[in-house]
């Protein structure tokens, strides 16, 4: 049973334009979200995160948003770069999710993002 | 390099032949955590320490995994009698703390034939 959902497996946009990803959870004790952008035959990369206690969180051109109630956040990217091409994936945790432990990342399937010159 | 380095990079085993996978966390950092990544899937939890102490291994899939960080620093990831379902991308991550941004390793792909 998947706790953390991208529905997307991939998303094209245009340079310059938005990048919208998405992602769902079903786990309420979830407290903690992360994004990671990974490269191929990188392992994957800290970009930005969010407590639950705050809805929004801007780094730059990367902005999380979190909707507690839907269990749902989104990344932003603005505006968006062909290096920005990658796969994201969310990941959340939390204290109470995992039997007391916040190390514990659970992450989804993933989103490939390409941006096209 | 000051990242995590894992080695080697791609492992092919064929079944029920054991393989040994090699971290080595960024220097000071107390904890380590092993991660497998299946084709297609994002990466699953699999074990945790915290200096030589393991702390957590719900995740291992069976008793043919077995994790070790003897001196609290370098760790391996031993799998016995591989299988074909065995196949996937293990990654290696460091991190000051528990609760700290965690830094991951690319990866040891694993091919069980």
């Known amino acids: 049973d998947q706790q953390v959902k991208q529905n997307s497996p991939s998303l094209s946009v245009q340079e310059g334009r938005i990048s919208i990803l998405n992602c769902d959870y079903t786990n309420s004790m979830f407290d903690y979200f992360l994004w990671y952008k990974k490269y191929p035959a990188e392992g994957p990369t800290f970009l930005i995160s969010i407590s639950s206690i705050k809805d929004k969180n801007e780094d730059g051109r990367f902005t999380v948003f979190l909707n507690k109630s839907a269990k749902h956040l989104s990344l932003h990217i603005v505006p968006s770069q062909p290096g920005d091409s990658a796969v994201y994936f969310c990941a959340a945790s939390g204290e109470g999710a995992s039997g007391g432990s916040n190390y514990k990342l659970t992450f989804g399937k993933g989103t490939l993002l390409t941006v096209n010159p | 390099g000051a990242g995590v380095s894992q080695s080697p990079r791609y492992k092919v085993a064929k079944r029920g032949q054991d393989v040994a996978l090699r971290c080595d966390p960024i220097s000071g950092h107390v904890s380590l955590f092993w991660y497998q990544q299946a084709l297609g899937q994002g990466p699953e939890f699999l074990t945790y320490f915290q200096n030589e102490a393991q702390l957590d291994k719900s995740g291992l899939p069976s008793d043919r995994f077995f994790a070790e960080r003897p001196e609290g620093s370098v760790s391996t990831l031993k799998i016995q009698r591989t299988q074909q379902e065995d196949s996937a991308v293990y990654l290696c991550?460091?991190?000051?703390?528990?609760?700290?941004?965690?830094?991951f390793g690319p990866g040891t792909r694993l091919t069980v034939l």
């Open positions: 991550a460091s991190s000051l703390g528990s609760s700290s941004e965690q830094f």
